[in-house]
């Protein structure tokens, strides 16, 4: 990889401006544009050159037969990683973003289509946010239902505003007494407590001495296995993903078809994602970066958000490698702390 210090300040400085062009433009940046600004202080001859240094590095190439130039993917790293200026909020700006996601008393899935929405509107491109892990999510109730067949209908919250329903099926027949007295003894155990860790204690439960156990306990803790044992599948929410078709550089219907059936798919989208939850703050994948065909002319700007200190998700905005970064950066990092503070038990 090229960093910064294997080219001189000039040679930065030209990157820099014909990345900044490129980006606001949309157009192959040439020497007579370059020539026009009055810090590099080159001729077009000189800046040609320059380009041509540039261009053997492997920061930029000459898209068809045009005479200027663009980034690569490698240009666009160096660009982002050393040279870029990130743009903070304005006052208005930031408070859209608080007003949106700081409401009190909204669903978490409400809140997290808001934070979508939110980073599709402020950047023009798509948000993604990913739901929070089922690991993370906390009890607070649970209830038993008898349904026919020794089926039972689980109603359990969590996080105090999420309500979920599941179908499991027993061993045997239960009494509404019996569904009773298994919801009073999870409650009184397990409330409070994480999804994950209320299955490992389950599994240690299962393995005690049933003579230490009572029945009663024994059909408890094998109808709380039943409703936690598996997990359900990740997801997400997407808005504005839209927005991409207006990209000249993505607006080809075969790449379009590809990456909306990347979008539907969802299972290579969130394999990308996940990789961002261990990432200290704001991670981008420029092209092919992610790794993943249908986003090679894309870039990815995510960030991790937080419940309760531990990271429980991610966010971000996909849009063209041609995008802003010093605005969307921004943009990701805030509504990221904003949405782990609106999930925040209160």
Same mark, same amino acid.
């Given at each position: ?5 294997? $080219?001189?300040?000039? #040679? &930065?400085?030209?990157? @820099?401006? %014909? *990345? ?6 949309? !157009? ?49 790293? $160096?660009?982002?990683? #050393? &040279?870029?200026?990130? @743009?903070? %909020? *304005? ?6 973003? !608080? ?248």
């Amino acid at each position: 990889m090229i960093k910064n210090q294997d $080219l001189n300040e000039r #040679s &930065l400085y030209l990157l @820099k401006s %014909l *990345v900044e062009r490129y980006i606001h433009d949309g !157009q192959p940046v040439g020497s007579r544009a370059l020539s026009k600004d009055p810090q590099l202080n080159l001729s077009p001859a000189s800046i040609r050159n320059v380009m041509a240094d540039l261009e053997d590095m492997g920061l930029i190439h000459s898209p068809h037969t045009s005479a200027g130039r663009v980034p690569t993917v490698s240009g666009y790293r $160096l660009f982002v990683d #050393s &040279l870029l200026t990130v @743009k903070p %909020l *304005v006052s208005s700006e930031l408070n859209q973003m !608080q007003t949106s996601l700081l409401s009190d008393n909204e669903k978490t899935s409400d809140v997290l289509t808001k934070a979508s929405h939110l980073l599709s509107e402020m950047t023009q491109m798509a948000g993604v946010v990913t739901l929070p892990r089922r690991e993370s999510v906390s009890l607070q109730h649970i209830e038993f239902l008898p349904m026919s067949n020794n089926r039972v209908l689980v109603i359990f919250v969590t996080n105090g505003d999420e309500v979920h329903n599941k179908i499991i099926n027993t061993d045997k027949r239960f009494s509404p007494a019996e569904l009773q007295q298994a919801a009073n003894y999870l409650n009184s155990v397990y409330s409070g407590r994480s999804l994950a860790s209320i299955r490992n204690l389950v599994l240690k439960e299962m393995e005690r001495d049933h003579s230490e156990v009572n029945q009663g306990m024994l059909d408890a803790v094998s109808m709380a296995q039943l409703t936690f044992a598996q997990q359900p599948k990740d997801d997400y929410v997407l808005s504005g993903e839209t927005n991409l078709m207006g990209f000249s550089e993505l607006s080809d219907m075969d790449r379009l078809k590809q990456l909306f059936e990347a979008f539907s798919q969802k299972r290579g989208v969130i394999h990308l994602l996940d990789q961002c939850l261990q990432a200290d703050g704001v991670q981008i994948f420029i092209g092919e970066e992610s790794g993943y065909s249908a986003f090679d002319r894309c870039s990815l700007v995510t960030a991790p958000y937080s419940v309760n200190n531990e990271v429980v998700g991610v966010l971000g905005v996909i849009g063209p490698t041609r995008m802003a970064y010093e605005k969307v950066i921004p943009f990701v990092d805030v509504t990221a702390k904003l949405l782990g503070a609106a999930l925040n038990p209160k």
